[in-house]
C-alpha cells in the first residue's frame, strides 16, 4: 500500500484575535526567514512551504503553524499514485467520521432452530413453591399500647477485675 503524501501551502492567513505583526515575527523565526522571503510568505498567495511530507509531518506542521497564529492549508501531494489523485481533503469541519472506524466482521448467528416460545400465559418455571415453616406462636401475646419497656431484656455486664502486677518487674 502507497503511503499519501501532502503538501503544505500558506496564504498568510492568521488567527482571530492575533496579531498579524507577532504571527509574522512567529512564522518567520519558524523558518528563519526575514525580508523578501517572508513577504513572499504573506503576499496572500498560497506558497508551498513543503512538498511530499507523510500525513504525522503534515500535523506536525500545522501545529506548529497555529502555535505560531498562523493557519496552513494541506493538500494531496501531486506526488502521489494516480489513484489517490482522485480524493481530496475537505474543509474543516464537514464531512463525516465515518470513514475512519474500523471495519468490523459480524459474527455468524447462533443456530436457533430448534428453540420455541411458550404460549401466553404458560408457566415457565415449573419447580413446586417452598412452603412456610410451621411456627407455634399460640403462647404468645399483645400488651397494651405504651406498656412495658425493653429493660428487662438488658443484660449488663460485671466488670472484669483487674489482675494484681505488682510482682512483676521490669528486666
Keep these: 500500500m502507497v ?22 515575527r512567529k512564522v518567520g523565526a519558524l523558518f528563519k526567514a526575514e525580508g ?3 513577504d513572499r510568505l504573506f503576499s496572500g498567495t498560497s506558497v508551498r512551504v513543503k512538498a511530499g511530507v507523510d500525513q504525522d509531518t503534515a500535523i506536525k506542521y500545522r501545529v506548529a503553524f497555529r502555535n ?6 494541506i493538500q494531496p501531494s501531486n506526488q502521489t499514485d494516480p ?6 481533503l475537505l474543509p474543516p469541519n464537514t464531512g463525516s467520521l465515518i470513514d475512519c472506524a474500523p471495519s468490523v466482521e ?3 448467528l447462533p443456530d436457533i432452530s430448534d428453540y420455541a416460545l411458550s404460549p401466553e400465559g404458560a408457566t415457565l418455571d415449573e419447580t413446586l413453591p417452598v412452603s412456610p415453616p410451621a411456627i407455634d406462636t399460640s403462647e404468645l401475646s399483645l400488651g397494651p ?18 489482675p494484681d502486677t505488682l510482682h512483676l518487674k521490669l528486666g
Design 106 to 108: 459480524a459474527l455468524p
Design 3 to 24: 503511503e499519501e503524501l501532502y503538501d503544505i501551502l500558506f496564504a498568510g492567513k492568521t488567527l482571530p484575535d492575533e496579531d498579524p505583526l507577532e504571527v509574522r
Design 145 to 162: 399500647v405504651d406498656s412495658g419497656s425493653l429493660e428487662e431484656f438488658h443484660n449488663s455486664a460485671e466488670p472484669a477485675s483487674i
Design 83 to 88: 489513484v489517490s489523485q482522485t480524493l481530496a
Design 36 to 38: 523578501e522571503a517572508l
Design 68 to 73: 505560531a497564529g498562523a493557519l496552513v492549508e
